[in-house]
């Protein structure tokens, strides 16, 4: 019989939840057990979503990959929570708020495809609709910024994917993927994938969610299709006609990368301040934007920000160097990092 | 933060009052310190709308946003920081705009325009960290250091009472009931706080008139229903549930609900009322639609479990929100002044997406066995009978009449009231209204001569139909109302409460019990001055409360 340790975790909120696990048991396991459902994905650290921070307690840290969890944030008491196995009990931070922290199974609904279309920049847009279950509901809930596991029909390989439309009662579920040269699911975008097709999905799932509660000026730097969750948040902004003061950093590597500008004007159009550039790192000489990393004009805009008392809230989604070189420079210009919200988009 | 304007305010350690990180309704401090510095705008736009008014220069548009705006600050209303934001620069325009009036007034009548000072020149802030910065400032402690405990105690009374007059008022603006006098003597109460005022007399004067002013209010509020609902008529609420897609309608206001019944006609989706929304099922031109199935569940401090097992979309259209949990957190909707961030607000009664988040959702599977309470026990009702009522007193068929009503909580010792009720003789009646009921609404207590001995009149604000009751009684006994064989035991939680209070004292109703415990606002010597004025009494328990008021 091994031995069994409480966990207690604080949330984003201010709140505590706590639970038993075994020292042969990691963190999402165990709370699975307590019907408590934590953001978890790949359950192989590999993906980043358990990402939470050791207050205190002991514990052993297995194996998973860096750019889920960095060796300066692992010094720093940053854990996967999948990765984790007690050895003491624990104090852990989460960045979740409770009424986040769901119980039972993740939705599993089926899905149909409605469309599947070229947004230009070597990325689709895939539309699926929630398919109503047996008891006739839609299970088609979530919060901006999460995001679903989508199954290539016939198989069981899942991708997961953030969704990009605001939360609808119509069911509607809409992703921007970058298609990947010898990508399983590109490939069944690009050759396979038409409209009728049904799909198994799971999610919603995360905790990449935008910060409610906050009243701070809110940046928002992407990489690539890490746009994509903050254009679900943007768009429930404009539904919920927020006004907090906005502005997104839209970084691509090249003009010819572009994609969503249609619908990140409709958003400058229609939430109420916010402001918008497109970041491009290797710009041809004709490029008429701003000329760099994402990174570089947030850290430009963060020092202003700072050096008038102004402490923002930080959306970080993309690859990981990108939210590394971001983190890097909150750090640096003294922004606490629970000013940070930050989703790592690793390979599947 | 600092705040004890409601009942399960914190009284740890001798401390009265929320003053951590987070107040006991879920508030946090960002929000609480937001809503001190929205009323501190609301005073200075007062200050220059009572001048305007004065003159002949009213503005009701300043007066409905000094309306919601309070509104928006009672206890489990709205949580939404950016809301409050935006009320504030909201605000900083309408008092430039009264200000722009008042001035102009005086000048075209030749009248000295007063140099204002205090919230009517407090230069709001654009950004919140300065806005944050200012908010010791707004608190409803300023200036206790100076002035002492009790005078800060009785401009929160004022403060608190205002809050729930606004709160009536914006529930019979909603209704199409509005009136200057009442914009007035809010404009004035908040004037009057905005001097910061010490005088005690002057204190409890401006309290005893807030009565007035709200029983005015609740007048109108009663005017607005009955006008556009019909007269409440005794009437069977279903309490069980029937099979199909549903939506449950929470909070106090009934110009929502009926909206939306006419939204949702013949959808095949049925609507279910919560908390303080039963008694619409006793209004002729709401009961008249035929989905609306049933009464959900019990008072507000149960939601959290209550609106999970709901399967259907929820809307709040007034206090009392609790923080959602996750199983329902995107399922339910606010309207009106109500506000959490995240949740989906619905504005001009567009109803749609409550719909489709209906008709996404399950629904109850199947009918659930019939199970009824009786609602619609208004003055008219109840007068309706008087001569039975009035011949049952001669006889000795009715030897008491017992007023139980007000609001319910979570605490412990509200079990009180319940156990007050059961224990009340067969021979005595029980009239109640407020969310108070549901502690013993669906108990059978009997009856007297055909009249139940519990009488369900209605909402809070209904309080308004228990006083006409009551001044009826009294004219048909030729007696005053504190000569009548009526004990009054008002379970208060929130502001409205404390409106209604105030109204009783303003009426002059003595022997009042409060509980489950007094408002922490309330010092030793301010109660004092109530108990010499008002007899007024703090439960002890059921049977020795009961056995006093049978004695009296």
Redesign the interface.
């Known amino acids: 019989m091994s031995q069994t340790y409480s966990i207690c975790l604080n949330t984003q909120d201010g709140k505590e939840i706590s639970f038993d696990c075994a020292a042969d048991e990691n963190l999402i396991d165990a709370a699975a057990q307590a019907n408590i459902t934590l953001p978890a994905v790949c359950h192989e650290g590999n993906c980043g979503a358990c990402h939470g921070h050791c207050k205190s307690g002991e514990y052993e840290q297995k194996s998973h990959s860096s750019g889920a969890l960095s060796e300066q944030d692992e010094e720093h008491g940053g854990i996967l929570m999948c990765r984790t196995f007690p050895r003491g009990d624990m104090i852990v931070e989460v960045t979740s708020d409770l009424s986040h922290i769901t119980s039972g199974p993740v939705p599993e609904p089926v899905c149909e495809v409605l469309a599947v279309d070229d947004m230009g920049g070597n990325v689709c847009r895939l539309l699926l609709k929630v398919l109503p279950d047996e008891q006739g509901a839609i299970n088609a809930e979530f919060e901006p910024g999460q995001f679903m596991e989508l199954e290539i029909p016939g198989t069981d390989i899942r991708r997961a994917y953030s969704i990009s439309n605001a939360p609808n009662w119509s069911g509607e579920l809409e992703f921007m993927i970058r298609l990947q040269p010898h990508g399983k699911f590109s490939s069944w975008l690009l050759n396979d994938a038409k409209v009728g097709d049904q799909l198994n999905t799971k999610g919603p799932e995360g905790s990449f969610l935008l910060h409610q509660a906050g009243i701070a000026p809110r940046r928002f730097v992407a990489g690539g299709t890490g746009v994509a969750p903050m254009l679900s948040m943007l768009r429930q902004m404009a539904e919920f006609q927020e006004t907090h003061e906005s502005h997104l950093y839209f970084g691509l590597t090249s003009e010819e990368d572009l994609f969503a500008i249609d619908e990140i004007e409709e958003l400058k159009a229609s939430v109420a301040n916010l402001t918008a550039e497109v970041c491009i790192w290797k710009p041809t000489a004709t490029w008429q934007g701003f000329r760099g990393s994402p990174v570089d004009a947030f850290k430009r805009d963060l020092e202003a920000d700072l050096a008038k008392g102004i402490k923002p809230d930080v959306y970080l989604c993309g690859p990981p160097g990108l939210i590394d070189a971001a983190e890097k420079v909150a750090e640096e210009l003294g922004l606490p990092h629970t000013s940070l919200f930050s989703e790592r988009f690793l390979p599947g | 933060m600092f705040c004890y304007q409601c009942e399960q305010t914190s009284r740890a350690d001798g401390v009265l009052g929320c003053a951590s ?2 107040g006991n309704c879920g508030k ?1 401090a ?2 609480s310190d ?1 809503q001190d510095l929205l009323i501190h705008a609301v005073k200075g736009i007062a200050q220059y709308a009572k001048r305007a008014r004065d003159l002949g220069a009213g503005d009701n548009d300043a007066g409905k946003f000094i309306l919601y705006s309070m509104f928006t600050t009672l206890t489990n209303v709205n ?4 809301r409050f ?2 009320m504030l620069t909201e605000a900083a325009e309408i008092r430039a705009r009264v200000k722009k009036a008042y001035e102009e007034a005086a000048t075209a009548q030749g009248v000295v325009v007063e140099e204002l000072s205090g919230a009517a020149v407090w230069d709001i802030p654009t ?4 806005l944050l910065a200012q908010a010791a400032m707004a608190s409803v402690r300023a200036g206790e250091a100076e002035v002492g405990e009790d005078i800060v105690g009785l401009r929160a009374l004022i403060l608190y009472g205002a809050k729930g007059v606004c709160a009536y008022a914006y529930h019979a603006l909603m209704l199409d009931e509005q009136s200057d006098e009442v914009y007035a003597n809010l404009e004035s109460t908040m004037d009057f706080l905005a001097s910061d005022p010490t005088d005690v007399d002057a204190l409890v004067a401006q309290a005893l008139a807030l009565g007035h002013t709200n029983l005015t209010v609740m007048g109108m509020l009663d005017a607005g229903n009955t006008g556009k609902f019909g007269t409440p008529e005794p009437s069977a609420a279903r309490i069980s549930a029937v099979a199909g897609k549903a939506i449950l309608v929470s909070g106090h206001d009934m110009a929502d609900l009926a909206a939306l019944l006419e939204q949702t006609e013949g959808t095949g989706i049925n609507v279910y009322t919560h908390g303080e929304m039963l008694p619409a099922h006793s209004y002729p031109e709401l009961k008249k639609y035929a989905h609306l199935a049933g009464n959900y569940g019990g008072a507000w401090q149960d939601q959290q479990s209550e609106f999970a097992n709901f399967p259907g979309p929820i809307l709040m259209t007034s206090n009392c929100i609790i ?5 329902y ?3 339910i909707f606010t309207a009106g002044p109500v506000g959490w ?2 949740l ?2 619905i504005e001009n009664h567009d109803f749609s ?1 409550l719909i ?2 209906a ?4 629904g109850f ?1 199947a009918d659930s066995e019939e199970k009824t309470i009786t609602v619609g026990f208004g003055r008219d009702a109840v007068l309706g009978v008087a001569d039975v009522v009035i011949d049952a007193v001669k006889a000795g068929a009715i030897k008491h009449f017992f007023l139980v009503g007000g609001c319910d909580g979570a605490a412990s010792g509200r079990n009180y009231y319940s156990d007050l009720v059961d224990q009340t003789p067969d021979d005595t009646v029980i009239l109640t209204l407020g969310c108070a009921k549901y502690r013993f609404n669906k108990k059978d207590y009997g009856a007297i001569g055909g009249i139940p001995r519990v009488l369900d009149m209605g909402q809070c604000n209904d309080s308004y139909s228990a006083i006409q009751v009551a001044v009826a009684l009294s004219k048909a006994f030729e007696c005053e109302v504190n000569e009548l064989p009526l004990s009054l035991f008002v379970s208060w939680f929130e502001q409205k409460a404390a409106a209604v209070l105030l109204t009783l004292l303003a009426l002059n109703i003595k022997g009042i019990t409060l509980g489950p415990t007094l408002p922490a606002f309330i010092t030793p010597p301010v109660l004092n001055t109530l108990i010499d004025s008002f007899d007024i009494k703090a439960n002890t328990t059921p049977e020795a409360d009961l056995a006093a008021a049978l004695a009296a």
Not at chain 2, 79 to 82: H, I, Q, T
Not at chain 2, 127 to 130: F, H, I, L, S, V
Not at chain 2, 323 to 327: I, L
């Open positions: 990180a987070v946090d960002q929000t937001l949580f939404n920081p950016a934001t935006s950004e919140t960290n300065e923080e959602p949990a996750a199983s957190r995107r399922r961030p995240g989906r607000h997406v489709q988040a008709n996404a959702m399950p599977a």
